[in-house]
């Protein structure tokens, strides 16, 4: 029986963290403290709500270091923390996601032609931060994390219809951003 074998270059480090050791979780947070940040500022919005995730969700691994059994790589391990805390932060503000009765037809999301949408990724940073927090989520955790719609459906504990709705609509939001800032003159 074939099984998925992932390498994982830090492997070393997180065995000297499940011994005890603070060097070894401090290089492990030094590694990936800055991209941990950034998906749950992509997700919250909020420089004080991502650093309150980020260090609430290395306390939460190092403490549970013990349970990580190695079937993904740390960092894989570690981003699924800081999305599951982010989430939650997002709950507690009570995130709205727009339901899908009031549409009657979802299109599929590859009828928006977005090729001709050339800008530099700082401009689309800032106009994603604009967006609401449904739909700079969804669209955060789909384009920028990779996840497919079934599983954002299971983490945010909506429906997949949902989810695809969401983004559609926070790709035509985003849109509407741009254009409104004169980004797209042609």
């Known amino acids: 029986m074939l099984e998925a074998v992932y390498i994982d270059k830090n492997l070393e480090l997180v065995k000297k963290c499940m011994q005890g050791s603070r060097a070894a979780q401090f290089e492990l947070y030094k590694l990936y403290a800055k991209a941990m940040y950034n998906v749950a500022l992509r997700i919250l919005n909020y420089e004080e709500e991502a650093e309150d995730v980020l260090q609430e969700a290395f306390l939460d691994a190092f403490t549970r270091i013990v349970d990580f059994r190695q079937e993904t790589t740390f960092g894989l391990w570690l981003k699924q923390i800081v999305i599951n805390k982010s989430i939650n932060y997002l709950r507690k503000r009570k995130m709205e996601f727009v339901g899908t009765e009031e549409i009657s037809e979802v299109p599929d999301e590859d009828s928006f032609d977005d090729s001709d949408v050339q800008l ?17 989520v969804v669209l955060s955790l789909y384009l920028l994390e990779g996840y497919d719609h079934e599983e954002i459906a299971h983490i945010l504990k909506i429906s997949e219809n949902t989810s695809r709705t969401q983004y559609m609509r926070a790709k035509k939001k985003l849109k509407s951003i741009l254009e409104q800032k004169g980004m797209r003159d042609e």
């Open 120 to 136: 530099q990724a700082e401009e689309i940073r800032q106009a994603i931060t604009q967006l609401p927090d449904g739909y700079r």
